[in-house]
């Protein structure tokens, strides 16, 4: 079973025990990803967002961390304009703990009467 969840304005294919990176969120045990986008398990494919609206993912921190060191620099030339930035991308690491879909309803017994043809 698999589902792809958005996280951090990206979206991203998980399966249960996975361990992946995502953008930094608040400090947290557990955190859940709901609505998902798609849910698939043996072959049927979830895409429904009536039903997606009802399955979650869970997910609990494992720990923070940080992205490669960009470094940016800007040059005009003959001007003597530089300028020299970095920046360094916060992340948080977590492991998918369940991949829930919404409970198939379960149906009533509809109680059958047999009116009988009745002839006149």
Known sequence: MYAII??????TKV????????ERIKETDEVSFTPLLIVADDGSIVSDPAKLKKATVTAEVVGDSHGPKLDI???KNKTGYRRRM?????????????????????????ASTDSGDKEA
């Open 6 to 11: 958005r996280a951090g304005g990206k979206q």
């Open 15 to 22: 399966h249960e025990g996975d361990v992946i990176s995502i």
């Open 73 to 75: 620099f800007k040059y």
């Open 86 to 110: 970095g920046h360094r991308q916060k992340y948080t690491t977590i492991k998918v703990l369940t991949i829930r879909t919404a409970s198939p309803k379960k149906k009533a017994a509809k």
